[in-house]
Each structure stands twice: as C-alpha cells, then as structure tokens.
C-alpha cells in the first residue's frame, strides 16, 4: 500500500476526535437560580414577620 494513500475511515475517525475535542461547554440557562430565589422569599418571609411583631408590640 502506498504511503500517501488516504483512508477515509481513519480520516473520519479524527475529525469526529477533533470536533468532539474541541466541543464548547454546555451553556447554563439564563436566570437567577431556584436556590437564589427561595433564599431571597425567605429573608422576605422573616423581614415581615418581624414588622408585624413590631407592629403589634407597638400597638
């Protein structure tokens, strides 16, 4: 076999390699997270509770 014959399967395989190699990271979905989100309803809930004591002890 010559040396300067092509094998179109191992060309294939690497560039299959190569692409796959040089694949981006997924990308994270636009947004606040959900874990952000509950921590900042929390705070909320608690900041309330805490002016309607107030509230009430003032009253």
């Known amino acids: 076999m010559a040396e300067n014959e092509l094998d179109p399967a191992r060309s294939t395989q690497q560039f299959r390699a190569f692409t796959e190699q040089n694949r981006p ?7 606040i997270p959900l874990g ?12 309330a509770i805490a002016v309607l004591a107030l509230v009430l002890v003032m009253s």
């Open 25 to 31: 990271e997924p990308a994270t979905p636009p947004g």
């Open 36 to 47: 952000t989100i509950g921590a900042v309803a929390a705070v909320g809930a608690l900041i």
